[in-house]
């Protein structure tokens, strides 16, 4: 175990909690016995790292996370394989991600190695609750915070660094069931030059209203477009989007307005590696609609850490509403999702080297 900021200390429950049925899961519910958590201060740096019980955090009401958001978090799985042992899916891009959100709301960086470290340690200790039911797997959320009493806005001079683990099923309760998206042309996510590209709560909370208009039309998620001109499309909810057209398949390109997946990197990865040409540019929503009226949209699809991929069947845009597959999943969809799964399972070869098992 590195020891850069110290040893990690465990301290164990002494109630454990009961553990879930696995085939009824949801998402982000239940948590398990541990969490890490480990300090920083100004002037002396991260230290402390220690596993201890799951519980409640003491913070102060003047908390600048309270106040001004300076906060980051991760997202990624560990997957319980067939033979029994737990995979963790390129936990070093989440690292590498990390230390992006923090340099873009001035947090202090954290070594990577010890990060992954970090994370290794803790599902050892709550491996117990790493489910085995097909669909599921143990979510991992790494996270920042500023914890200084102040009011006032500057950068923090202390924060805490935590991890904490779910048990979960299916992101979306429909599974691979093709989704319903409202394309969105009036709120905007993120635009060049702000934070679009960095996973920081406010993006997310920027998109709450969208969502909840988008829902009370029937539709489970909404497609971004750009800041500037609303003529671009950009990411799917809090995924990114993929469209595939005429053979070709057209995702946004890294610009700083959207967030570089780790699942998108490896969908354009084994796509490539298919011969399947890739285009990382700009695509205006009226290409993508006047695709589908000429029969060349075959297939649009979302990809993240959550659903892995998420197929769309459905897209409404100014009152024009169009059906994409049939309403089906496509046979690219489909592939990538088995492929993608498959590797973070260990059913199938891991050609990338982008498991790590513990």
Same mark, same amino acid.
């Given at each position: 175990?590195k020891d850069?900021?110290?040893?990690?200390?465990?301290?164990?429950?002494e109630?454990?909690?009961?553990?879930?049925?696995?085939?009824?899961?949801?998402? #982000?519910?239940l948590?398990?016995?541990?969490?890490? *958590?480990?300090?920083?201060d100004?002037?002396?740096?991260?230290?402390?790292p220690?596993?201890v019980?799951?519980?409640?955090v003491?913070?102060?009401?003047?908390?600048?996370?309270?106040?001004?958001?300076q906060?980051m978090?991760? #997202?990624?799985?560990?997957y319980?394989?067939?033979?029994?042992?737990?995979?963790?899916f390129?936990?070093?891009?989440?690292?590498?991600?990390t230390?992006?959100s923090?340099d873009?709301?001035?947090?202090?960086?954290? +070594?990577?190695?010890?990060?992954?470290?970090?994370?290794?340690?803790?599902?050892?200790?709550d491996?117990?609750?790493?489910?085995?039911?097909?669909?599921?797997?143990?979510? *991992?959320?790494?996270?920042?915070?500023a914890?200084?009493?102040? =009011?006032?806005?500057r950068p923090?001079?202390?924060?805490?660094?935590?991890?904490?683990?779910?048990?979960?099923?299916?992101y979306?309760?429909?599974?691979?069931?093709?989704?319903?998206?409202?394309?969105?042309?009036?709120?905007?996510r993120?635009?060049?030059?702000?934070?679009?590209?960095?996973?920081?709560?406010?993006?997310?909370?920027?998109? =709450?209203k969208?969502?909840?208009?988008?829902?009370?039309?029937?539709?489970?998620?909404?497609?971004?477009?750009?800041?500037l001109?609303?003529?671009?499309?950009?990411?799917i909810?809090?995924?990114?989007?993929?469209?595939i057209i005429d053979g070709?398949?057209?995702?946004?390109?890294?610009?700083?307005?959207?967030?570089?997946?780790i699942t998108? +990197?490896?969908?354009i990865r084994i796509?490539?590696?298919?011969?399947v040409?890739?285009?990382?540019?700009r695509?205006?929503?009226?290409d993508?609609y006047?695709a589908?009226?000429?029969?060349?949209?075959?297939?649009?699809?979302?990809?993240?850490?959550?659903?892995?991929?998420s197929?769309?069947?459905?897209?409404?845009?100014?009152?024009?509403?169009?059906?994409?597959?049939? #309403?089906?999943?496509?046979?690219?969809?489909?592939?990538?999702?088995?492929?993608?799964?498959?590797?973070?399972?260990?059913?199938?070869?891991?050609?990338?080297?982008?498991?790590?098992?513990?």
């Amino acid at each position: 175990m590195k020891d850069l900021y110290g040893e990690i200390t465990i301290t164990k429950t002494e109630s454990p909690k009961e553990k879930p049925d696995p085939a009824t899961l949801g998402f #982000g519910e239940l948590f398990t016995d541990h969490m890490f *958590i480990m300090d920083y201060d100004d002037g002396r740096g991260w230290h402390d790292p220690r596993i201890v019980p799951y519980g409640p955090v003491m913070l102060d009401p003047a908390a600048a996370v309270l106040h001004y958001s300076q906060e980051m978090f991760e #997202g990624l799985k560990t997957y319980r394989s067939e033979g029994g042992s737990l995979r963790l899916f390129r936990p070093d891009m989440n690292a590498k991600r990390t230390n992006v959100s923090n340099d873009r709301i001035c947090l202090p960086p954290i +070594d990577e190695e010890f990060y992954v470290d970090a994370i290794k340690a803790l599902i050892t200790v709550d491996k117990d609750w790493a489910p085995d039911y097909p669909g599921t797997s143990l979510y *991992i959320r790494p996270f920042i915070f500023a914890n200084e009493p102040f =009011l006032g806005v500057r950068p923090a001079k202390s924060y805490y660094f935590m991890i904490i683990l779910s048990p979960v099923g299916p992101y979306y309760k429909g599974g691979l069931q093709p989704t319903k998206i409202y394309v969105e042309d009036k709120y905007v996510r993120s635009a060049e030059g702000l934070a679009g590209n960095a996973k920081v709560g406010g993006n997310y909370a920027m998109s =709450l209203k969208s969502q909840v208009e988008a829902q009370a039309k029937g539709y489970s998620q909404v497609l971004w477009l750009d800041g500037l001109e609303r003529r671009y499309v950009e990411e799917i909810g809090t995924s990114n989007a993929f469209f595939i057209i005429d053979g070709e398949v057209f995702t946004a390109p890294l610009t700083g307005t959207i967030l570089p997946g780790i699942t998108r +990197d490896s969908v354009i990865r084994i796509l490539k590696d298919r011969g399947v040409a890739v285009r990382e540019e700009r695509l205006a929503i009226e290409d993508v609609y006047a695709a589908a009226g000429r029969g060349a949209l075959e297939e649009v699809f979302a990809s993240g850490t959550a659903a892995v991929i998420s197929p769309v069947g459905e897209m409404l845009w100014k009152e024009s509403k169009i059906i994409i597959n049939s #309403g089906e999943i496509g046979p690219v969809s489909q592939s990538l999702y088995d492929t993608i799964t498959g590797i973070q399972s260990g059913i199938l070869p891991d050609p990338y080297g982008w498991t790590v098992t513990l």
